[in-house]
């Protein structure tokens, strides 16, 4: 038999952590998170990171490994991920991977594209530019360089545009003419389960998560992390739109407000990455576990 990496992937708020624990008892296995925004351990409620009583229910990789003032990158975690399931096969035939984060999973499952590398001093002027003169700046810089970049990348987020505008400046080529090369063969075969449900479904599980955050003491912990907002992994959604009411802009409400547009934004991003993928097994959420262990015993030869 194969050893299989079974890839649970979908928008945010669809229940990817509750099946993932469910197939890894089913499975007698154990879960690889590639959340990303999960890796920090300052970094709990607004993450939704899998609860005290999830994590004991199965054995979990990749949470809360991490500090958020840690440099940490997709290369690094395929490196460190690739490890972990060398290590897990030699004794399980089956490994669970669960996340949103597209790249990320890409990573573990395919492999990073090969980028050159380019003068150091090119991301600093861009983050200078940033700082200076926002992001919209960097974004049109983008569009008239590499539209196709423009058109697929999660433009909202300024890490991914400025290491797509370094890649163009310093290699003369566009960003996107790197990407989709051929890549190092894996020694393990994945299986990937998408979880969806009809637009309204997810928008108001959303919503209801974000209530439920902030009654479970997200904005205490966005207090306790104010010396720190200016790091990159705080410059995401649930965090920077609280900075902003802590900093007087916003009023809560508005904040909130904000915060569930922003990660129903970000849902409609990661269903957009996760559809260009053909192979993927699409389950409506309210599947039973029965049907979606059947489809996966067709699968496994």
Not at 9 to 27: D, E, R, W, Y
Not at 69 to 98: H, P, R
Not at 125 to 137: C, R, T, Y
Not at 140 to 145: I, M, R, S, T
Request: proline share 3%; with cysteine; aromatic share 10%.
């Amino acid at each position: 038999m194969h050893n299989y990496l079974i890839s649970i992937v979908g928008p945010t708020a669809i229940g990817k952590t509750t099946l993932s624990i469910k197939l890894a008892k089913h499975f007698n296995t154990e879960i690889i998170s590639a959340d990303s925004r999960q890796f920090f351990k300052e970094m709990s409620i607004g993450t939704a990171a899998p609860s005290k009583e999830e994590l004991k229910a199965a054995k979990h990789h990749f949470i809360h490994h991490k500090s958020i003032q840690d440099q940490y990158n997709v290369g690094e975690f395929e490196k460190e991920a690739l490890q972990t399931l060398e290590s897990l096969f030699k004794t399980k035939n089956i490994v669970i991977m669960v996340g949103g984060s597209g790249l990320y999973v890409d990573a573990v499952s395919k492999g990073l594209d090969y980028f050159p590398d380019v003068d150091n001093r090119i991301r600093d002027q861009l983050n200078a530019d940033l700082e200076s003169k926002g992001l919209p700046f960097l974004q049109e810089q983008l569009k008239l360089l590499d539209i196709k970049s423009y058109n697929s990348i999660a433009i909202d987020n300024p890490h991914r545009v400025i290491r797509a505008l370094e890649i163009c400046i310093g290699s003369g080529n566009p960003y996107s003419s790197f990407l989709n090369k051929d890549k190092t063969k894996r020694s393990f075969k994945t299986i990937t389960i998408g979880l969806t449900a009809d637009r309204d479904i997810i928008y108001n599980r959303i919503n209801e998560r974000v209530d439920i955050m902030i009654k479970d003491g997200l904005l205490d912990e966005v207090k306790n992390l104010i010396p720190y907002k200016s790091l990159n992994a705080l410059n995401t959604v649930g965090y920077k739109e609280l900075f902003n009411y802590l900093d007087g802009n916003w009023t809560l409400d508005f904040a909130i407000s904000e915060i569930k547009k922003n990660t129903r934004r970000f849902a409609k991003r990661q269903l957009t990455w996760f559809r260009k993928d053909d192979r993927i097994l699409w389950f409506d959420y309210e599947t039973p576990l029965d049907t979606i262990i059947a489809e996966l015993n067709k699968k496994f030869n």
